[in-house]
């Protein structure tokens, strides 16, 4: 298993002018890859707070006390807004429980998606044009360093016609991919129009084959339809003509005829065949084009101009251009050889400094930023592989001291704490009390695990670099030319992938399809109070999937619906989840929701998780009285008894409870409920609980009766296997 997210120990307060509220303390989860975990609570338990810092969308007056956030190798929280706003709504989504929250009433639900995707096409085109432009510079500065001054105005020359053909010549395919999306809207338009016909609708057909008509030259691109220009010129004639000559039939009568149905289908064929063509290699073309402008490479067919243009190419410059690239190559790699040669005696250096253990934490810091720019500085910055050991190394190093330092101070006063308790509760036994607690056994960190862990990553990296040294002399300096150049076609490629309305039309309408929306074409069009409550959060499930993101947290999706529909919601998420392989977080205040959606399940209390396990643990085997409390009040289809509200109200987490949070409202809350957070009792692999209950001392208490009954009647359907 693999987690895809990890929350390690999140604190999370808002300053208030009552005083800080400890909205969420000390929480920690893994969410694996391609799973749901549901977090399930009452009100202000502080599922969304969470959720949100995920997001990075936590209100103003919060303060994220301590904790880490770890997604795709970097810490959520600590990276910039800038990056954060890459990941936010592109790799991780939101869906929130109310629809019309995240819609905007007064434009048409068609734009609301599809506005999604231009956005991030005009995100992504932008990272890749500077992808684009500064590795293509890194490498000019070394072909330039390989060849010497004699070469140098070559170089440049090469690299600037380059840059030109790629960037500006490539624009064709942007020309040529909105005629092909084109192409294949008119098809699904024909499609419908025909099904809708089929069915003798109302429909306006005289207007219709008019728009077929002209949309028929949207069509035209010289690579697309360069071999059917003649016959699409046809089929608009034949459209227009249709449309003219025909006659509104009698009441009942179908209102297509033959006629119109075969110019319809012959027309469908014509432009299915367009779209299977060869796809034109616009980097060869566009090379071709540059140095003779005004060409027209049209009258051959597609094979012949992709071969044709790109032997061209690689005669008139590529050969040239490898050949300096690979030196380029060579040169870097050298380079980053010698500079980690000569960062090996820093590591070593680095590493008996962490090993000897004599410094405080500024010399710590100093030392860890010192070899880290070492480190950074030995890169090969035109390896396409990225070595992620060195590319985090300073993250590593860094937070390895901060973690040493920190827990450097927290251990006395944990043990402070601990004598104390110690102190106290000898006290009471000394005085003859009955004292029914125990005390939390300490939670201090290793220091010198701690302390061990610091040398150990520049003994790591040493090893790596040494191995880098090592394989060097083997480097194939043709293939990794190849890649690059590779590299910068894909790049130039997505730099000028531009959406087009139609394209992100089409996609969007596919994604209504996947979402559940019956005749999407019509829907499209429409506003999001035509639509009901379980449409409209389908509508907004189809944006946060617009971007294709790996993680979807779900916020009560469904809490404003009702319950068929909710249902119906649960299983669209889930259907989603499969298809697309999501990751998801699905929060909820009803246990009864998640039964048959999450793999895991958090149940959370006062901002702290209470007991964690698979969602077979909790629903067959729950151990903490709250979790009690959650089941008994969850209805089923078999409850013929009355169902248990939680009585009284959670805390003022203003003032949270030294104990547990729940004792105030635990009928079985036993005196050491009051006075000590319970640790998390591990009762399986899977599953722990944050419950006195669980302590060997503890009375035997048996879960309440509507809950005993559930399971077993859960069990026993499960046996008969239905
Ligand atoms: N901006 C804020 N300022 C002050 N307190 C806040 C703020 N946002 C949240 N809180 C407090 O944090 C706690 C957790 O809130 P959170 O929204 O996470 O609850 P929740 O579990 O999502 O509940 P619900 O089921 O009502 O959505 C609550 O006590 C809430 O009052
Ligand atoms: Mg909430």
């Excluded at 994220?64 to 956030?69: K, L, N, P, Q």
């Excluded at 008119?186 to 025909?194: C, G, N, P, Q, T």
């Excluded at 402008?293 to 190419?313: F, H, I, Q």
């Excluded at 999450?598 to 901002?607: E, F, K, L, N, R």
């Amino acid at each position: 298993m693999s987690s895809i997210l990890q929350v390690k120990d999140l604190k999370v307060s808002f300053r208030t002018s009552g005083g800080t509220v400890k909205a969420v303390r000390d929480i920690s989860f893994d969410l694996e890859r391609g799973k749901t975990l549901a977090i399930v609570g009452e009100s202000g338990s502080g599922k969304s707070v969470t959720s949100k810092a995920i997001l990075g969308i936590l209100a103003g007056n919060s303060i994220v006390e301590s904790g880490e956030i770890i997604y795709d190798g970097k810490d959520l929280l600590k990276i910039s807004e800038e990056e954060m706003c890459k990941i936010r709504g592109n790799r991780i989504s939101m869906i929130f429980q109310d629809p019309l929250s995240s819609l905007n009433p007064i434009v048409r639900i068609g734009k609301q998606i599809t506005e999604a995707m231009l956005l991030k096409n005009k995100g992504n085109r932008r990272a890749a044009k500077r992808d684009f432009t500064n590795t293509l510079a890194v490498l000019a500065q070394n072909m330039k360093a390989a060849v010497g001054e004699a070469g140098s105005a070559r170089v440049d020359e090469l690299v600037k016609t380059f840059d030109a053909f790629t960037m500006e010549a490539l624009k064709q395919e942007t020309a040529y991919n909105a005629a092909y999306a084109a192409a294949e809207g008119l098809v699904s338009d024909i499609e419908d129009f025909l099904f809708l016909g089929g069915k003798n609708q109302k429909l306006d057909v005289r207007a219709r084959l008019k728009e077929f008509s002209g949309k028929l030259k949207t069509v035209k691109n010289p690579y697309l339809s360069k071999s059917a220009d003649a016959e699409l010129e046809r089929a608009q004639g034949t459209l227009n003509a249709l449309a003219s000559a025909y006659k509104t039939p009698a009441e009942g009568a179908p209102v297509l005829n033959t006629e119109i149905e075969g110019a319809l289908n012959n027309l469908k064929a014509l432009l299915t065949r367009l779209t299977a063509g060869t796809r034109p290699d616009f980097f060869g073309i566009g090379f071709y084009l540059y140095k003779n402008p005004g060409a027209d490479l049209t009258a051959k067919p597609v094979d012949e101009v992709n071969r044709e243009t790109l032997s061209y190419l690689a005669d008139n410059f590529m050969n040239e251009f490898m050949t300096l690239a690979e030196k380029g190559l060579a040169y870097s790699a050298a380079e980053a050889v010698a500079k980690k040669q000569a960062a090996l005696n820093a590591l070593s250096d680095a590493e008996a400094f962490f090993s000897r253990g004599d410094y405080d934490k500024k010399s710590a810091l100093v030392k860890a930023k010192e070899i880290s720019a070492v480190v950074e500085g030995a890169i090969d910055r035109l390896e396409l592989n990225k070595d992620p050991l060195a590319y985090t190394f300073r993250t590593s190093l860094v937070s390895g001291v901060e973690k040493y330092f920190t827990a450097v101070v927290k251990n006395p006063r944990e043990e402070a704490r601990f004598a104390k308790q110690t102190a106290k509760r000898d006290a009471l036994i000394a005085k003859g009390k009955n004292v029914d607690w125990k005390v939390v056994p300490k939670t201090v960190y290793d220091l010198d695990e701690l302390k061990a862990a610091l040398p150990a990553v520049c003994a790591r990296m040493k090893a790596r670099f040494e191995e880098n040294i090592a394989a060097s002399g083997s480097v194939e300096f043709r293939a990794r030319a190849e890649g690059l150049i590779a590299f910068f076609k894909a790049k130039a490629s997505e730099a000028v992938y531009r959406v087009t309305k139609q394209m992100a039309k089409e996609k969007a309408i596919r994604l209504m399809e996947e979402v559940g929306i019956p005749e999407p074409r019509i829907r499209y069009t429409q506003y999001p109070f035509e639509f009901s409550g379980g449409m409209r959060q389908r509508i907004v499930i189809a944006i946060a999937l617009a971007a294709d993101p790996d993680i979807l947290i779900c916020d009560e999706p469904t809490t404003a619906l009702d319950v068929t529909i909710q249902a119906q919601i649960l299983e669209l998420i889930n259907r989603l989840k499969d298809e697309r392989h999501l990751s998801v977080i699905f929060i909820t205040h009803d246990l009864g929701v998640v039964a048959n959606m999450a793999d895991d399940i958090a149940v959370m209390y006062a901002g702290k998780i209470v007991e964690y396990g698979t969602a077979d643990d909790i629903f067959y085997d729950p151990r903490h009285p709250y979790t009690w409390a959650l089941l008994s009040s969850m209805p089923d289809l078999d409850t013929k008894e009355k169902l248990d509200a939680i009585p009284g109200t959670p805390p003022n987490m203003i003032y949270p409870p030294v104990g547990d949070a729940f004792a105030d409202r635990n009928k079985y809350a036993m005196k050491i409920d009051f006075e000590m957070q319970p640790p998390e009792f591990a009762v399986s692999d899977t599953h722990w609980a944050a419950t006195w209950l669980l302590h060997p001392d503890a009375p035997k208490v048996t879960p309440p009766a509507i809950i005993t009954d559930r399971i077993e009647r859960m069990k026993r359907r499960a046996e008969g296997g239905n």
